[in-house]
């Protein structure tokens, strides 16, 4: 029997893919349907829809708050890729990071090389410095390679 966060994750799976890559939800209506907690739909959204397993989990709060998700596929249009890189505004684990550049170069968007390179340049060992200011530093020097390679600008 599979745990309620794989149950959860699998009706948002079938529902993005019901939808052509994008769905809206409202958390407290999911959480009714499975009867439990919105904190639990947050867990999922957390661990299972993330940048480097090619989502974008968009939230907006209040009365007729949403969340949208978002499935992105790496050739698509430079208006997703900066929703991706915009979601490098924070730390990133270096196991997060490795998950990106690994799905850049999967989906053949960047060369082995310059996998090597950004996989070099994020690395804990090449960083030096400690937590939580590594993974900040981390999540900069992504976003600035990310930036260069896909040619996107700041707004």
């Known amino acids: 029997m599979s745990s309620l966060s794989d149950q959860i994750e699998q009706y948002l799976r079938r529902q993005i893919s019901k939808y052509q890559g994008k769905v809206k939800i409202k958390r407290n209506q999911l959480a009714e349907n499975f009867d439990c907690a919105p904190s639990q739909i947050n867990y999922v959204l957390d661990t299972r829809f993330t940048v480097e397993n090619g989502y974008v989990v968009e939230s907006q709060r209040g009365g007729g708050g949403f969340i949208k998700i978002i499935r992105v596929t790496l050739n698509s249009e430079k208006e997703v890729i900066q929703k991706v890189i915009n979601k ?63 040619k996107v600008k700041e707004d």
């Open 88 to 150: 490098l505004d924070r730390a990133i684990s270096q196991r997060e990071a490795h998950g990106i550049i690994k799905r850049l170069y999967d989906n053949d968007l960047i060369s082995e090389r310059e996998s090597y390179l950004m996989e070099r340049a994020v690395h804990r060992n090449v960083l030096g410095i400690s937590l939580p200011e590594r993974d900040y530093l981390r999540g900069r020097i992504l976003k600035n390679m990310l930036e260069v390679i896909f």
